[in-house]
């Protein structure tokens, strides 16, 4: 039997609905601010995506897009600007940032209480305390798929497949928290497919296409598929070999359309979060 699609586009527009109600009964508009530098294809359309989900709910919408050759103190700068800007409840720089600027620096930077992407370390360490002002957009975004289809965590074995600081580590963290039993897998894992095979959730955020294979994954397996590839056509893929996958998982979310528009709602639940803090509803 094939699996059931976990549609993330189609709960991404009822979320949107919700956020827009919301934002329409506050007495001043959430503003979000994102910094671009350079010309990376893939960023400006993850830019232009998140100006339409802002425009889509009302949330006022800033774009600060500056050239490749920026330097790091005049980013810094704005960057302080912003952190001072009262229209403004949400910064989000957007990654990657060009080799001669410090993410960790620009990053640290972010007021932890704009920090709607949950990248600062003061919010990562909220997070791994289990007591997190915001969460991390991809992370949460899977969370709220799960929560959505009813799909329980606690009891169950997770597998995460990618360490990353921005979905892997997180992710492993939102799972624990929800009493499942978690093993994080990487580069260096032995024997990966044996590890997930034992996997009731497993997910995937490599971003390389095809690594999970029909034969690693459990039968019955939940499947969350995070990763965005592009295969030999140009088509957008994840990391799971989808045809062979669906006939042995339960669930399993598309790409696209899975994962990708539950992690820009969730960053529109944080700029809302966000603004909360700072007396706007």
Do not use: W
Not at 183 to 211: F, Q
Not at 221 to 248: P, Q, Y
Request: net charge neutral; charged share 25%; hydrophobic share 40%.
């Amino acid at each position: 039997m094939a699996a059931v699609i976990l549609d993330g586009k189609a709960l991404a527009k009822k979320r949107k609905t919700e956020i827009a109600s919301r934002v329409a009964g506050m007495k001043q508009k959430p503003g979000l601010a994102v910094i671009i530098v350079g010309n990376n294809p893939a960023s400006r359309t993850y830019v232009d995506n998140k100006k339409r989900d802002c425009a889509e709910c009302g949330i006022l919408s800033r774009e600060y897009a500056l050239p490749e050759d920026t330097g790091e103190e005049e980013l810094l700068g704005l960057i302080s600007e912003l952190n001072r800007d009262g229209d403004i409840d949400g910064i989000l720089v957007q990654l990657p940032l060009p080799e001669a600027i410090s993410e960790d620096r620009i990053l640290t930077a972010i007021d932890p209480q704009k920090d709607v992407d949950a990248f600062h370390p003061y919010n990562v360490g909220l997070i791994l305390t289990g007591k997190p002002v915001f969460l991390p957009c991809t992370p949460a975004g899977v969370m709220a798929i799960l929560d959505e289809y009813k799909i329980p965590v606690e009891g169950k074995r997770c597998v995460v497949v990618g360490r990353s600081n921005i979905v892997g580590k997180p992710q492993a963290l939102l799972l624990l928290q929800r009493n499942g039993t978690v093993t994080v897998c990487h580069s260096r894992t032995a024997d990966l497919p044996s590890v997930t095979r034992e996997a009731d959730i497993l997910v995937s955020a490599v971003g390389k296409r095809g690594v999970i294979t029909g034969d690693m994954v459990k039968p019955g397996a939940v499947v969350i598929d995070v990763a965005m590839n592009r295969n030999e056509a140009g088509k957008l893929c994840g990391d799971c070999a989808f045809e062979e996958v669906s006939v042995k998982a339960s669930y399993i979310t598309p790409v696209p359309g899975g994962v990708g528009p539950m992690t820009r709602v969730m960053l529109l639940e944080n700029t809302l979060k966000a603004a909360g803090l700072h007396q706007k509803l």
